[in-house]
């Protein structure tokens, strides 16, 4: 089945309130919940894969306050979340909501389950309604509500369950169909965007610098875009194109996982892989001269070659996705905006491929926001650096002879390669926080 841009956006490109991991767990129990609309249930119980747990593990949860936790996200999810929304659905909690929340996690009627040896993305949320149990399980990617039972009996007229299966069911052929393109096929599909895509693309760009903007007025999470934006003005740091990548798309995420309650326009899956999607490229078009749609189709190339790093390296792993798969996007999309050809723009993702292959991802937290900003700037620099002739050569570690084969290449190294560094991730942060609990 082939796919058209249109459709591929449509499937990869979407707002997301929050980091994705704990809002795929507030889903999973607001859909649960959902069955049993004006009731509390008595409690809950969710089983999560490794990488749910260890990218929901520390995180702030927008609209808290500050709160963390995969059991948070549980209760709220269940008392105020609204899974119709998606990866909005906790768009409605209030303050109150949030207090109902901690008081039932208080009162320990919610259960954290990690399974261990789970591959890809799993959400399983049991809520007991006295004597009813409805049971709600999310796979294969973060809104992907694959059943609700009752009782162990299906509920097959779920509305809810229909309309994701049916939105989602195409994200794996999707996979599928795109490890099969080459950048030159995707660098074609941009000829087809019409005007629907154009205002869409357009509108990620205003999610995403709504965030920004945020991030740097309030300097939220670490300050990361705050204090490169101060160390410009006092002249210290120079302000070019690659800062001003930086601080925007670091004060982006300052903001994200700060725990502001402000949706971000996520690709392939991750709010932080919309913004250093979208942000750097937006950055660039401020220095140099280019015209609206040229931007628009820049990002539009961003988002597919994102999606098809994605496809190759799985939603979730020990590699950092925002640094070789949207960094990966972010640079061909720059190199577009630039005027570069295909040629340079497969430069461009093995020039950043090279520089940072080795990033690992240690769970979403504020300190996201200093990786997005090395993305950022890393992104804009391999462009720079293949529009002027200097690319890596193919002999060199684990460069393909090709940018499709340099992308696989991060696959491999994603999906077999680093399952021992995954799980040991998971376990230093395991020790970090259960040895915070105790004291």
Known sequence: MAYTVKEILHLEVAPALGCTEPVAIALATAAAASIFKDETPDHIEIWVDPNIYKNGLAVIIP????????????????LCGDASLGLEALEPITEEGVERACKFKEESRVTVHLLADQKGIYVKALLTFKEHQVEAIIEGVH????????????????????AKQAQKADVFKLEDFIKKLTLDDLIDMISDLDD?????????????????DYGLKHGSGLGVGLTLERLARLKILTRD??????????????????????????????????LTAILPIYAVSKFIDCDEKTLLEAIALSHLVTAYVK???????????????????????????????SSQMAGAITNITEDLAGIICDGAK??????????????????????????????????GTSPEQTMQNIGTLSTQGMIDTDRTILKIMLEKHFASASN
């Open 63 to 78: 609209g808290t306050g500050g709160l963390n936790g995969l059991d948070t996200a549980a209760a709220l999810g269940a």
């Open 143 to 162: 809104d992907n509500i694959t059943g609700i039972t009752m009782d162990g009996e299906p509920i097959t007229d779920s509305p809810l369950v229909k």
């Open 196 to 212: 629907d895509d154009f205002a869409f693309l357009k509108e990620g760009i205003t999610y995403n610098m709504r965030l920004a």
């Open 241 to 274: 194109m690659i800062l001003s990548a930086r601080i925007i798309t670091s004060a982006a995420s300052d903001a994200r996982m700060g725990g502001i309650k402000l949706p971000a326009m996520s690709s392939g899956g991750s709010g932080n892989h919309g």
């Open 311 to 341: 496809a190759q390296t799985g939603r979730l792993s020990a590699v950092c996705g925002c640094s070789v798969a949207a960094g990966a996007g972010a640079t061909a999309g720059t190199t577009y905006l630039m005027g570069g050809t």
């Open 366 to 399: 504020s300190g996201c926001a200093l990786k997005l900003a090395t993305a950022a700037g890393t992104a804009v620099q391999a462009a720079l650096f293949a529009i002027h002739g200097v690319n890596v050569h193919s002999t060199d570690g684990i460069i």
